[in-house]
């Protein structure tokens, strides 16, 4: 019945016209959007409409949310299902948004298998259990700045897809079973790269395990696509696979 609901939900907020605000929003907020396709423009605002209609968005550490504030955290977000069938965040529970960065809790497991708790300062963190937090001022600037390959809500939503069978290890649930042998090894290739010396597209915290190595590539995929398919080919045929998109082939920005 909660699947009929939410399939209902996610339908009727599809057919709403896209409020005039946003749009101003995502011109002034988002300049990758000048570079999609207006087939893709349509589709993208129409995601961000389902999206904002089934995951609820707070504000904490006394952020008082606005339109801006959840248009341009949803808009980068739904940048990753743009081409993908179906809401692929089936697990999300709430966006938490607080004004900049925050003290989470975050667990380490050692060499030998013992677990530690500690507290960090960070911008964004994603829950098994569903929920995304995130630093507003970090998904602001993330938007702004488009080629840098650091973008938190990519990143930490790129997790929600990781961890949609339960598991957060960088290996997502994919179309078809004979995808999971290639993506595999290829990924596992170039996360073994990343941990060497040599120069690589790809941010070093990538390096940390294979769920940030997947989070991290997906930054750089749709911020530094052109880079990666010059220098990582067989990564970047990988994420544009899954994706279904070829961000290396868009226009740069007017």
Known sequence: MFGLWRTFKAWRARRKPFPA???????????????????DQYVLKR????????????GCAGLTLTDEIRVTIAAQACLLLLRRPGDDFDRLGSILVYPSGFRATQTERSANGIEQQREVHTLGQSWQGGNVVLSWDAARSGAADTRDGHNVVLHEFAHQLDQEDGTADGAPVL????????????????????????KHVLDRYGATNPAEFFAVATEAFFEKP?????????????????????????????
């Open 175 to 198: 179309d078809a079973r004979g995808s999971y042998g290639p993506w595999a090894r290829i990924l596992g290739a170039e996360y073994a790269r990343l941990q060497g010396r040599g």
């Open 226 to 254: 052109r880079q990666m398919q010059n220098k990582h080919p067989e990564l970047y045929i990988q994420l544009a696979e899954f994706f279904a998109q070829d961000p290396a082939s868009w226009p740069e920005a007017p």
């Open 47 to 58: 995601r961000v409409l389902e999206f904002l209609a089934l995951h609820p968005m707070e």
């Open 21 to 39: 605000g946003w749009d101003a929003i995502l011109q002034r907020n988002l300049p990758l959007l000048k570079r999609l396709r207006p087939e």
